[in-house]
């Protein structure tokens, strides 16, 4: 069973940044594809950015490229999302999410996660 931690979430003003942070646990870290995700109240669940085993793969939703990036460290069995130019249309519960599955299988499809965290809230005013 894998357990993912996430922290780094806040209210901040637009056009500033955080990283969030997710710490895995329960599995060797280096087999597991990463992804964030994130959630509005009254929307779906999104998808905002994945990152390969390595590492050397990534993938961010056309709204965030530019802005968002996400990174991993396996040595430390935490994967990141650098969040910059903030905007209050950014604003939603982050999730931190993995899987065992080859990096482009649906990384984008958040059914092809079985693992979730918990969330954590990110809050952008104007």
């Known amino acids: 069973q894998v357990q993912l931690v996430e922290s780094g979430g806040g209210l901040v003003q637009a056009g500033n940044s955080l990283r969030l942070s997710c710490a895995a646990s329960?599995?060797?870290?280096?087999?597991?594809?990463m992804g964030w995700f994130r959630q509005a109240p009254g929307k779906e669940r999104e998808f905002v950015a994945a990152?390969?085993?390595?590492?050397?793969?990534?993938s961010h939703v056309d709204s965030v490229k530019g802005r968002f990036a996400i990174s991993r460290d396996n040595a430390k069995n935490t994967v990141y999302l650098q969040m910059n130019s903030l905007k209050p249309e950014d604003t939603a519960a982050y999730y931190c999410?993995?899987?065992?599955?080859?990096?482009?299988?649906?990384?984008?499809?958040?059914?092809?996660?079985?693992?979730w965290g918990q969330g954590t809230q990110v809050t952008v005013s104007s």
């Open positions: 999410a993995a899987r065992t599955a080859p990096f482009y299988s649906g990384f984008s499809d958040s059914s092809k996660y079985p693992y």
């Open positions: 329960g599995r060797t870290f280096s087999s597991l594809a």
């Open positions: 990152i390969s085993r390595s590492g050397g793969s990534t």
